[in-house]
């Protein structure tokens, strides 16, 4: 039996839309071993079968290695809350693709495994922060990923305000629209770069100044219930900036001083929808595997 541990992740932050996404230290926790029938449990009912995420990802990475595939076992234990823009695809996808490799004890090759990992989820974002850890920028030319990683300041603090509904990504991507103004481009681009200074030398008026998205925050966040509450209640209370985390409807909070938390809670309670506030670090371990006789 192996297990596979993969981080949440948080993709665009802002103004890295669909190219940049750092890895949370919220986990999900996968077993796997042979067995003489498919079993899959540890998720909801209609997702124990052949077509649950993390299978399928296993079987698409068997036949890329050649490998006839062989019934499975397959425990999830996740604390990464489904449909919330915190990676749960992300990490199901990493946990397959790995776990064809490891089974079958071959050596792990990082650039088809992200290759992999970006066919199924259809973009890296998501993947190569929780393949890799840390803040992670990718981006695909032809058939080759390309991931850079970025270091972030210690002075920086985070926190995740999960909601009690959900965002589905398909709903996300409609919002957007199909053409953007030049300048919101050029603006976004140029925000980017420096903000990735930002985070690493730890400035903190710069990376105000540089998280400010033009190309998808403004639309998506019409789909998130209380946003502007939430987005007051945080900015009152000392973030940088709010931040929705993928496709939404996780909101992620960037801090430079002691976050009130207890101040925060307090306010949470008195909107409508539950939201629950999860302190976060940045996890710079990435997946990783364990081997057990267990």
């Known amino acids: 039996m192996i297990k596979i541990t993969v981080p ?24 796997f071993a042979y067995s003489d029938v498919l079993s899959i449990s540890g ?11 993390v299978y399928r990802s296993f079987i698409h990475a068997s036949k890329f290695l050649d490998l006839e595939p062989k019934p499975i076992t397959i425990h999830i234990n996740s604390d990464i ?27 792990l090759n990082y650039d088809n495994i992200l290759y992999l990992c970006t066919e199924l989820e259809g973009h ?10 840390g803040l992670i920028a990718s981006a695909q030319f032809n058939d080759q990923i390309y991931t850079q ?8 603090s985070f926190i995740t305000l999960v909601p009690d509904f959900e ?22 681009q140029t925000k980017l770069l420096f903000a990735m200074e930002a985070f690493a030398q730890g400035d903190s008026l710069l990376l105000k100044n540089c998280l400010d998205d033009a190309l998808h925050e403004p639309y998506r966040m019409k789909l998130i219930h209380e946003y502007e509450k939430i987005r007051a209640i ?16 996780t909101l992620l909070g960037i801090f430079d001083t002691d976050i009130p938390t207890s ?16 302190h976060v670090r940045i996890d710079t371990r990435g997946a990783h595997i364990c081997l057990t006789n267990i």
Do not use: M
């Not at 998720?43 to 995420?53: D, S, V």
């Not at 890296?124 to 850890?133: C, E, I, Q, S, T």
């Not at 945080?234 to 409807?249: N, T, Y």
């Open 8 to 31: 949440a992740s948080s993709a665009n932050l802002g103004v890295g839309f669909d190219c940049l996404g750092v890895a949370l230290d919220v986990y999900a926790e996968f077993s």
């Open 43 to 53: 998720c909801k009912p209609e997702y124990q079968n052949e077509n649950n995420l």
């Open 81 to 107: 809350p489904e449909a919330r823009g915190l990676g749960s695809s992300a990490s199901c996808v990493v946990a397959g693709v790995l776990a064809a490799y490891s089974l079958s004890n071959t050596p």
């Open 124 to 133: 890296p974002d998501n993947v190569a922060p929780a393949f890799l850890g």
């Open 149 to 156: 990683e970025y270091s972030v300041h210690s002075k920086f």
């Open 167 to 188: 965002v589905a990504t398909e709903q996300a991507r409609k919002v957007l629209p199909k053409t953007v103004q030049h300048k919101d481009a050029v603006s976004n």
């Open 234 to 249: 945080l900015e009152e209370s000392g973030a940088l900036e709010i931040l929705i985390s993928g496709s939404g409807p």
């Open 263 to 278: 101040v925060i809670s307090t306010r949470l309670e008195e909107l409508e929808y539950k939201w629950t506030l999860n």
